[in-house]
């Protein structure tokens, strides 16, 4: 009797020593050693991130010339004035302006500049004088008799920083400065919305964070027809010759790219990098058949069949699947003899000039006539020079619209400089740097914060520490890029931007974040209980045991004590 009762005990000592094992060592080791490792992330600062309240400040230097300003007038510059405006996109989403105006008079030099016999020649002058930094602007007040521009003209803007602004016939000496200052006022906050940013390009850069309100079919289709910010692009020349045993083509790519191309890009290096290539396709068919117009003796393709020609086209160019960079396709297509020669309508039925049309955020097409350069007595194939100073002209005006180089309308009285040999002005390269910083930090934070998001819903995604320290580089160069674009300091907030939309974008598309993504939790039982239960069930059964046999002891010695 005692020996039963004393293995009874040791099997209570043994059940009991088990369950503590289990439950003191195993499962907190098991727990350990099989929970998602999640890094730490910034989330308090990409909660503040996700609210975002973005400055852009642009430094405007007013300069008045000799016959502007009297010399009582003269005593109270320089002076500065800061401005500030504010709109609200969304709950989550506002802006802010601020313009601070330097005014001061002319130095000796500057007066010497604008006194030469154009507005041009003094464009150069005062720029060989000065180079405005980055992102600013410099406005010369000239008086109303000067020769620079034509009478209809009160602003001139050339292809630096500068712009010339006529003071009007009301505004002559005898007035304050206070009189004069805000007579200008106006027309400065014009130049800038030219020069510099306006609401609307600043909205449009909001899109993938905002939703954009309706509004003018221009605005729509410029903010529609420009690829997105990217780090990189891919541009491919390519000449069609759908009939290569008529017409032997030869076209100086090469050379005319270092020519017309190369400029420009050198110019738009701080945005992008840019790769060229080139192709020659033989054999390459429109995909659409023109219409022969007897009355103009030649074949047309309407506005209406354009858009099916790239698609027939498209599966012969090829892509270049190493890079994951948007891809610009310039096509430069010669007839062939039978249907020459070959011009495109617009929607009101006359005949496109270029004879070429864009694709929005795809590429151009240009139809290379060549039935002029032979007689009928010409013996096939013919060898033909292409004018690549004609085509160039037409691509690059393609690629700046694809580019997002907007040649919006200027108001009425501005006259606006024409395209440089480099294809772009520098107040031109301005405005895009602004558009495209704001639209990196609008992309890079909305990225982060929808990846925030996931990861907190989504508890069975691994956090490494290389994408902790991707989120947490995203974090810091958006803070700064949105601290830079409030000092005005363009060029670096274009910068950090674009360092927090790649770090945004590696963390995102990390492969390691899906390994446990689709792991749902029956899978995890339907793993854990053939594993857990045989050893669970003695102990539990066990305890139970143990449990009811004290129970028993304790009504057993209540009933002895009644």
């Not at 030649?298 to 190493?322: F, K, M, Q, T």
Request: proline content about 6%; aromatic content about 8%; overall charge negative.
């Amino acid at each position: 009797m005692a020996t039963t009762e004393v293995e009874r005990r040791r099997g209570q000592l043994a059940a009991l020593s088990i369950a503590a094992v289990v439950i003191i060592v195993g499962v907190p080791l098991w727990w350990r050693t099989t929970e998602t490792y999640r890094a730490w992330l910034p989330v308090s600062q990409i909660k503040e991130l996700a609210n975002l309240q973005l400055q852009l400040s642009a430094d405007v230097e007013v300069v008045f010339a000799r016959g502007t300003v009297t010399p009582e007038q003269q005593k109270k510059v320089p002076l500065t004035q800061t401005h500030d405006e504010e709109h609200t996109v969304e709950e989550d989403t506002g802006l802010r302006y601020r313009y601070e105006t330097r005014y001061r008079t002319a130095t000796i030099m500057e007066e010497d500049a604008l006194n030469q016999p154009t507005a041009a020649e003094a464009d150069l002058s005062l720029h060989t004088l000065s180079e405005s930094p980055c992102g600013s602007l410099v406005v010369y007040v000239i008086p109303e008799s000067s020769a620079l521009l034509p009478e209809e003209v009160d602003v001139y803007i050339g292809q630096r920083r500068t712009a010339l602004l006529r003071i009007g016939a009301q505004m002559r000496v005898g007035r304050t400065l206070e009189q004069l200052l805000a007579h200008l006022e106006p027309r400065i906050k014009q130049v800038l919305q030219v020069m510099s940013f306006s609401h609307t390009d600043i909205t449009a850069a909001l899109s993938d964070r905002v939703r954009l309100s309706p509004g003018s079919k221009e605005s729509i289709a410029d903010s529609m027809r420009a690829f997105k910010s990217s780090p990189g692009y891919e541009i491919t020349f390519s000449l069609l010759n759908p009939d290569p045993k008529s017409h032997r083509l030869h076209w100086d790519i090469e050379g005319a790219v270092q020519t017309y191309i190369q400029p420009l890009l050198t110019k738009l290096a701080p945005l992008a990098n840019f790769s060229i290539d080139s192709q020659t396709l033989y054999y390459a068919m429109l995909g659409v058949n023109p219409r022969f117009d007897s009355s103009r003796s030649a074949y047309i393709l309407n506005s209406d069949s354009l858009a099916h020609v790239i698609n027939p086209v498209e599966a012969r160019l090829g892509s270049n699947a190493a890079s994951s960079n948007p891809v610009l396709n310039f096509l430069l297509y010669v007839p062939d003899a039978h249907h020459s020669p070959l011009h495109i309508n617009d929607r009101k039925k006359q005949e496109v000039l270029s004879n070429a049309f864009h694709s929005p955020r795809w590429g151009g097409i240009m139809v290379y006539n060549v039935n002029g350069f032979y007689g009928p007595e010409a013996v096939f194939p013919v060898d033909i020079n292409i004018n690549m100073a004609k085509v160039m002209g037409v691509f690059l005006a393609q690629l700046r619209l694809l580019l997002g180089v907007q040649s919006s309308t200027p108001p009425p009285g501005f006259l606006v400089a024409p395209c440089s040999s480099v294809g772009l002005a520098d107040w031109e390269l301005d405005r895009l740097m602004w558009s495209r910083s704001v639209e990196n930090v609008a992309t890079a934070t909305t990225t982060i914060t929808s990846l925030a998001q996931l990861l907190d819903q989504i508890g069975n995604i691994v956090i490494n520490d290389n994408i902790a320290q991707q989120v947490s580089s995203a974090v810091t160069s958006l803070q700064l890029a949105v601290a830079e674009l409030e000092a005005g300091n363009l060029g670096f907030a274009l910068q950090y931007s674009k360092e927090a939309i790649l770090a945004s974008e590696r963390a995102f598309f990390d492969p390691s974040l899906l390994h446990l993504l689709y792991f749902p939790d029956d899978q995890k039982f339907a793993i854990y209980i053939p594993l857990f239960l045989p050893m669970c069930v003695p102990i539990l059964l066990s305890l139970l045991k143990i449990v009811s046999e004290a129970r028993q002891r304790h009504r057993e010695k209540k009933a002895k004590k009644d």
